[in-house]
């Protein structure tokens, strides 16, 4: 392919004496699943909503030799296409098609166009999705806009295909299975209650089935953002105590001396807090050792591992109101936002934490509901007015995106700049997420009914507040400390909770099983007997086949030192084995295996699997999503 960035064209066109009224909405919703990577130079999406015969053409011979796919959706037969001004006879669209050198997939997103399908094959087009049978028009945008969505999570066309196969019989119900048709076979839909899409392949079709949208992108370019000059890191950092004592004027006197700030004394209340997922991570950029201490790729990825955590807490907060809400009422979510569930390693690595988390907040307000994190509403508006928050994404996107792929070099020259600039864009997000300090991260390990005849129950919450504790920026063994506070109402157990108000257990939100305490799943954790503090929050599937198995990074080391090192990993076990021997992956996973096999030898009837209660919350919430 030429060394220009791949380009979508996405064509519609409709009629007015029989209109389509999703044909907008399926526009719109397809160009806002792939603006993220348009904005990042990944690929270059050119959308046309009232497409003719000669803007076809001339978007042909404008993006010619960067054509990846082409998407058509509105009226159609097996002949033509319906466009506006007239219709666009099928063999001559497909001989100019054809003649795209770095063509992969044709989508043709219209009713019965399957017989459209051997023209295109024959002009030598690799790949095509076409219908078999007329589609309801709510079908024809459900479907497309979920083959979008996971080839946006860097999914190959191939596994978008059949993904979006397999959610739309878990939405509409059906039998059948996914039409992939290569090249020498023919198709055969004898049921129109069958799958009406299929895959056709040409000659040369099995290449394009691995095709995905480009992972890397350049980095941003940021020139003099910050004088680097006398350059000193963390220096970017200290700005955000200023917005942190707005918020808490209380942190005023803990950060100054003599009217000034103090440097270190500011990193330490900023650590402190922000809630553990983030504080954990910036501890680990400000320590002092050799890597943190000047500018070198490793600071800059560690200062992508504090930007990737805060973004995934934020996800993680907006997905559970959403689910919350969904179970107390009827909200149109839409199904793309479990992909989170169905992702693996690599596709994890650039999952767009922050622009799903926007998604989510639009979709409650859409609804009229109450945000959990009232200031969630502020983080949207700045993001899409373009401001300094959406040019840290930008430029930190873009480190990230050169570190998952391996391109160090991309972030090692002008090394010095570089760390200046990270730094820089990650203070400003941070500035941005201040208001996370108004809030509690609870960890209740466990709760006891206390039921006194006569005196009605009061619920004894075990719980530790998941700040960090500092002394010499590390992690105080009283911040495994547990205390016991009595409501006459009970939370979730065994779950990590944020919350505005601890003494009201009524205002809070379950962060399960995103956030996990890995702690609450063991025995006599009532007791203070935990001996290190074992917070992880989910990164992606894995395993094979059909099992779903879910894996888990500890919140207590970088993202990449988490994404190597088996001890800072943890399994859930989607399979139906006993969790015991399956749930189980590095350090935490023997600790807890161990100490659950002495429980099962003295009582086997009464053990409780957790593990398998955050396995079945996984599986409600794919359902309560997609519905």
Known sequence: MSNEIPAILLMFANQQDAYLDKLKEESKEINSILSGHDDKGTIKVFREESASIKDINDALLRFEDRVAIFHYAGHADANSLKLEGGAGDATGIAELLGKLPNLKLVFLNGCSTQGQVKYLLQSGVKAVIATAVPIDDNKAVVFAQNFYRALSNFHSIESAFLRTVALM????????????????????????????????????????????????????????????????????????????????????????????????AAILQIIQNFPWPIATQIRLLVARDGDMD???????KQIVSVYVNTTQFLFYTAISQLWHEKQQKTIDTKSYLVDILYINNKQQGQFDYLRHFIEIVEILQANNIELFVP??????????????????????????????????????????????????????????????????????????????????????????????????IAVGNDALKLNSRSFDMFSNNASVILTQDIQNPDKYLSLSPFIIDVNSFKTGMTEDRATEQQLFMYAHRTGQGAIKDYLYYSTFHSTYVARERLADQFIVKGSDNDNDENNTSGRAGRSTRRKSRRRATKDASTLVNHFDVLKQQFEILEKDLIK
């Open 169 to 264: 019989r878990t939405i509409y119900g059906g039998s059948f299975e996914a039409t992939v048709v290569r090249s020498g076979q023919e198709a055969i839909f004898d049921d129109t209650q069958a799958m009406p899409w299929g895959l056709y392949l040409g000659a040369a079709g099995e290449e394009s089935l691995a095709w995905e949208i480009p992972a890397y992108h350049e980095v941003v370019a940021q020139k003099n953002i910050v004088e680097t000059v006398n350059f000193k890191v963390n220096q970017e950092l200290q700005e955000v105590i200023k917005t942190l004592m707005e918020i808490n004027p209380m942190l005023e006197q803990l950060s100054m001396i003599d009217g000034e700030i103090d440097s270190r």
């Open 375 to 472: 200031a969630f509403a502020d983080v949207v508006k700045k993001f899409k007015e373009g401001t300094d928050l959406h040019k840290a994404y930008g430029y930190l996107e873009s480190m990230r995106s050169a570190i998952h792929t391996g391109q160090l070099d991309k972030v090692s020259g002008d090394l010095v700049q570089k760390s200046a600039d990270s730094e820089y864009h990650l203070s400003s997000v941070l500035i941005d997420m201040a208001f996370l300090i108004e809030f509690k991260l609870i960890t209740i390990r466990d709760i006891h009914v206390v039921n006194p005849r006569y005196l009605g129950a009061q619920f004894n919450h075990y719980m530790r507040s998941l700040n960090v504790s500092v002394g010499n």
């Open 294 to 300: 000047t500018p070198s790729v490793e600071r800059i």
